[in-house]
């Protein structure tokens, strides 16, 4: 290996960088990876892990399977070395629970403890002059070098603007709210502000109602209502391997055309089931004649101000333009996560890689340049060693790439392959 730590680093270690792992241990046992992870601990979406929470895609296609289905890394295989197969069979659920999946995400990553570093958070990468391959700067100030990088952060949570410069423990995002269960059960009869309209916010709206039965609830959504997720099986073609390559080549017109329509198939929109229950829960209290969840539709978080009390939400009706004040002990932004923009917008790059954003290539509309085997493309007369987007790569190859499982194993084969090319001397 030479100078070199590893022939690939990669950074974060949730199911885009282990579907990785695997490939490369599958496919190219010869080369040398190493994954640096910031958590203490293997683990999937622990921040919601909601008690009957289910996944939101088909059990097979899970780290392998769609790419090697007599893998031992499939969750079938998990499922029948946990002794629990045929009681996993006999469920009578359509998807299985949350909590299940995480399980297996865990066992699969454990195979790879050798590899991996947890508690090692990254702070950067960088390319210096005149050396082949990357530094990988670690969050305690050490320093490794490697032949290639593979960045599988996961998304950024996405902060609505009224939210940005406040900095306060009483505010967070869902994808860590039962980090945050212990704290708000210290005030009884918290009032919770929810924001948001899709599948996380009717869970957390949910959830908070039932494990804090004084609480006040309020879920503020800017839409007239919850929408169903679209799970038309034509549309569902949209996470078909077909159709990374057909998206991939669409012109920036056909790409925004094709994002539109497609758009209910993963944002904005919950499963019936959860949409069922959260109803039936607004109608059962309204026979009981209790009113701890308040929806407010059709309304903006126009203003937030952080005081010694609670939180003061300015909330503005979008279509009668009246605004009201709401004080809350704690919000929930369930607000989504954020895609890679133009250079223009929040995320043009994950900011790990602020330290080489100045040698990426630019697409005509201005996004970075990705190649079809997830590898960063390099400006005109710079140069960038190998770094690939594992995970990231929606606005270049469509929505099986929005940080869905669906084709997380073909995309570590892809990008598996191309590694396995650039490290020939
Ligand atoms: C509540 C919830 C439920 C979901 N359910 C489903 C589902 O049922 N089906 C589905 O297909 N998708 C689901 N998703 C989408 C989900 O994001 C993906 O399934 C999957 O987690 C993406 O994997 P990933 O490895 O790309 O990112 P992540 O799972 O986010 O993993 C990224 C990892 O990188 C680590 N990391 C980040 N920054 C650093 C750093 N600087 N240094 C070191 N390590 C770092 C993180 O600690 C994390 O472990 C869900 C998302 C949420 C929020």
Redesign the pocket.
């Known amino acids: 290996m030479g100078d070199f730590d590893a022939d690939v680093i990669g ?8 579907a990785l792992a695997v490939a490369l241990e599958e496919l190219y046992p010869d080369v040398r990876a190493v994954f ?4 203490a601990a ?4 622990s ?2 892990l909601l008690s009957g929470s ?4 088909h059990p097979v ?1 899970d780290l392998v399977s769609p790419r090697n289905p007599q893998s031992r890394y499939s969750f079938l295989n998990f499922l029948h070395v946990e002794g629990r197969l045929f009681d996993f069979l006999n469920l009578n659920i359509p ?1 299985p629970l ?1 909590k299940d ?1 995480a399980r297996y995400v865990t066992w699969a990553a454990r195979h790879f403890d050798d590899q991996v570093r947890y508690a ?4 950067g990468v960088s390319a210096p002059d005149g050396e082949r391959g990357a530094t990988v700067h670690l ?1 305690d100030g050490r320093e490794l070098r490697a032949r290639s990088v593979v960045l ?4 950024p949570p996405l902060v609505p603007p009224a939210f940005q410069a406040l900095a306060d423990d009483r505010v967070f995002h ?2 860590r709210y039962l980090e945050h269960v212990e704290r708000i059960a210290e005030r009884p009869g918290a009032h919770i502000a929810v924001i948001g309209g899709s ?2 916010a009717a ?1 957390v709206s949910l959830d908070a109602a039932q494990r804090f039965p004084r609480s006040r609830v309020t879920n503020v959504l800017r839409g007239f209502g919850y929408r169903q997720k679209d799970l038309s099986p034509f549309n569902g073609e949209v996470f078909f391997p077909e159709f990374v390559d057909y998206y991939y080549d669409a012109s920036p017109e056909s790409k925004r055309d094709l994002d539109r329509q497609l758009r209910y198939t993963n944002y904005s929109a919950a499963d019936m089931d959860v949409l069922t229950a959260y109803h039936t829960r607004l109608y059962e209290q309204r026979l009981d004649g209790d009113h701890q969840i308040q929806l407010r539709r059709n309304t903006d978080v126009t203003g937030v101000t952080a005081r010694e009390d609670g939180i003061a939400l300015e909330l503005t009706e979008r279509h009668v333009g009246e605004t009201t004040r709401l004080d809350a002990d704690f919000v929930v932004l369930a607000t989504g ?1 954020l895609d890679l923009t133009d250079e223009d917008g929040p995320q043009f790059l994950p900011s ?1 890689l602020d330290g080489v954003a100045g040698s990426v290539g630019r697409t005509p509309t201005r996004y970075a340049r990705v190649g079809r085997d997830y590898r960063l493309l390099p400006a005109a007369g710079a140069e960038l060693p190998p770094i690939y987007l ?3 790569c929606e606005t270049s190859h469509g929505l099986g790439d929005a ?4 084709l ?1 194993s073909l995309r570590a084969a892809a990008i598996a392959d191309s590694v396995s090319k650039v490290l020939v001397p």
């Open positions: 950074i974060g270690f949730g199911p885009s960088n282990i640096l992870e910031s958590r293997p683990g999937w979406q921040g919601m289910d996944i939101q895609h296609r998807f949350r999946y090692c958070p990254v702070a969050a599988a952060p996961g998304r869902y994808v599948q996380g869970e996560l790990l594992n995970g990231l940080g869905s499982f669906s997380v």
